[in-house]
């Protein structure tokens, strides 16, 4: 799977969106960008996933650019409950479903008050 | 939403006990995971599972380490004789396969302290 860098930390006020970037340059064409979260100590969070196009569900929006190679995760409306430690993860599609996910060390988004 | 349960969510044993970790994946998921997070550390890969064998597992899944579905709903990870490196968060997840491609779900994880 390919390598992705993300910032270590981020601060974000609470009721703005937040943009967490994630670079992801020798991403294949067959893999897809995943998001997830954790909070505090809890089981990490699915988020939101793409290919190609943007992406857009309940919890967020995902914006991939052209050449694939970063992605951009918007919290529209940031919340203090969104504060966790947040991985962009990229992953092989595959019919069989068995490709284990490589975690990195994320981005540490605080939201203050 | 459907939901991978764990228990314990608290395990304190003495080092050289045997202990077993559990999990309930969701229940139409074919994929089976265990996970570990040393505190302060990254997420890392323990082994996967699926049709009643391991799949895939990496270097920290040594002898000690086993797991198995007793009864095709319950999902254990058994250390045979903990030490005190083997503290850390424990996570199950599931997934099932097929296009488009799946995401995992976890469960809130077991705190495992070996004193």
């Known amino acids: 799977d390919a390598k992705t860098t993300q910032p270590p930390s981020m601060d974000c006020a609470e009721g703005r969106a937040a943009n967490l970037p994630c670079n992801h340059s020798?991403?294949?064409?067959?893999?897809?960008v995943y998001w997830y979260r954790q909070i505090h100590s809890q089981g990490p969070q699915y988020i939101i996933h793409?290919?190609?196009n943007n992406e857009t569900n309940e919890m967020a929006s995902l914006i991939i650019t052209e050449d694939r190679k970063s992605s951009t995760l918007i919290l529209p409306h940031a919340t203090l409950r969104d504060t966790a430690v947040y991985y962009c993860i990229v992953r092989a599609a595959s019919s069989f479903g068995n490709e284990k996910l490589t975690f990195g060390t994320g981005t540490r988004l605080t939201i203050i008050p | 939403e459907p939901e991978v349960t764990q228990t314990p969510s608290h395990q304190v044993t003495q080092m050289g006990q045997e202990v077993i970790l559990r999990c309930v994946p969701i229940s139409n998921h074919l994929y089976f995971y265990w996970y570990r997070q040393i505190l302060g550390q990254k997420v890392e890969f323990l082994v996967s599972?699926?049709?009643?064998?391991?799949?895939?597992k990496s270097e920290i899944f040594d002898d000690q380490f086993s797991v198995e579905r007793p009864d095709g709903s319950n999902f254990t990870l058994k250390i045979r004789s903990t030490k005190l490196e083997d503290s850390a968060m424990y996570f199950c997840a599931s997934i099932s396969p097929g296009y488009p491609p799946a995401y995992y779900t976890f469960g809130s994880g077991t705190r495992l302290t070996v004193v």
């Open positions: 793409g290919l190609k």
């Open positions: 020798t991403i294949s064409g067959n893999e897809y």
């Open positions: 599972f699926y049709n009643n064998e391991i799949s895939e």
